[in-house]
């Protein structure tokens, strides 16, 4: 099974950037989307943004024009640069992976342990 790891979270100033990294294990089963999650204490998790196999990005409206989505293929990672940091982007990141099964193409999703992020005012 894919797993994966995140890194780049920290402390930051409102207005200051951080760059959050996702690594995927190698594996035979196969990664289509991935995306980044976010949830603060007593709140769902909620989409930040996604990125298909093909390229094709989401955002929530809340990070529109502030966040960037990437992902190198060749590295099995995926990043979500973020600028322009506000104290309610303070939350744990999670990265998730939606997979297709190699041995009988079912569907699963796998998580992150999370990355915290804290913007200071």
């Known amino acids: 099974q894919v797993q994966l790891e995140e890194s780049g979270g920290g402390l930051v100033q409102v207005g200051g950037s951080l760059r959050l990294s996702c690594a995927a294990s190698?594996?035979?089963?196969?990664?289509?989307?991935m995306g980044w999650y976010r949830q603060t204490p007593g709140k769902q998790r909620d989409l930040v943004a996604t990125?298909?196999?093909?390229?094709?990005?989401n955002y929530a409206d809340s990070v529109k024009d502030r966040f960037v989505i990437s992902r190198d293929f060749a590295k099995n990672t995926v990043y979500l640069q973020m600028n322009s940091l506000k104290p309610e982007d303070t939350a744990v990141y999670y990265c998730?992976?939606?997979?297709?099964?190699?041995?009988?193409?079912?569907?699963?999703?796998?998580w992150g342990r999370g990355s915290q992020v804290t913007v200071s005012s």
């Open positions: 190698r594996s035979i089963d196969i990664i289509n989307a």
């Open positions: 998730r992976a939606d997979v297709v099964r190699f041995t009988d193409r079912s569907l699963y999703n796998t």
């Open positions: 990125i298909t196999s093909g390229g094709s990005t």
